[in-house]
């Protein structure tokens, strides 16, 4: 049976989103990827591209945010096929190479986060927009970063209170407006350090309206982890 779904709907690389050989598909990355796993140069900002030390956003980008700090595991461009497939055609096993990939990326760059963080949440979607797409994606990747480094996921932490239009189908203003209250705190985050994870960061509308709704129960620290970054360079 798994053969012939292989010859219908080939298993790809979770980095680049090519079809993988039949050597490579014991794991979830092509020879080209697993040879250097292409993660976002941890000089750059993942934000404005310019100089950091800290393998995250500059001190520069963060103030402009709710959240005290950010990173992201690759360049937006670097993995726009995956996620593709994953988000839009359903690909859940890219899905899960990603978290996995995100999870390592956490181990190899970012220990610190590991140490100090109390509870993972994602990025929600609106139940009609799940219950369409038939996942979230983000709860993919938590579930496996959770799995290789520990870290506890609260799963319905963040709820998306109303639906809202397409982030990107709009403009930096009209984005938050179109999120301004848009979610809301259905467990005790009072006293917590949140990681918040999302897949795609572009302006930081979204992130930013979700440490907002955390601050104001009571969350402690709110920190971003996304899977990529759209730069602004």
């Known amino acids: 049976m798994k053969k012939l779904l292989d010859l219908f709907f080939p298993p790809r690389c979770a980095v680049c989103g090519e079809v993988l050989t039949l050597e490579e598909r014991n794991g979830f990355l092509c020879h080209e990827c697993a040879e250097e796993i292409p993660y976002f140069p941890k000089e750059k900002c993942p934000h404005c591209g310019g ?53 390592e990326y956490l181990l190899k760059y970012h220990e610190e986060l590991l140490v100090k963080t109390d509870i993972m949440v994602s990025v929600p979607l609106h139940p009609k927009k799940e219950k369409f797409r038939g996942f979230n994606q983000t709860h993919i990747l938590c579930e496996r970063i959770s799995e290789k480094t520990g870290l506890v996921f ?14 990107s189908e709009l403009n930096p203003e009209e984005r938050k407006l179109n999120l301004k209250d848009a979610f809301g705190v259905t467990a005790d985050v009072a006293g ?27 969350a402690q620290e709110v920190m971003v982890f996304a899977l990529s970054a759209a730069g602004t360079e």
């Open 154 to 167: 609260g799963k319905k932490v963040l709820e998306r209170k109303r639906e809202t239009i397409a982030q």
């Open 51 to 103: 100089e950091t030390n800290n393998t995250g956003f500059c001190d520069f980008c963060v103030k402009h945010y709710a959240f005290e700090s950010a990173c992201a595991a690759f360049p937006y461009e670097t993995v726009r096929d995956a996620i593709h497939l994953f988000k839009y055609d359903g690909d859940k096993t890219i899905g899960y190479g990603l978290g996995e990939l995100m999870a």
């Open 192 to 218: 917590k350090r949140v990681l918040l994870v999302d897949d795609i960061f572009t302006t930081g509308t979204t992130c930013n309206e979700c440490a907002t709704a955390l601050y104001r129960a009571g």
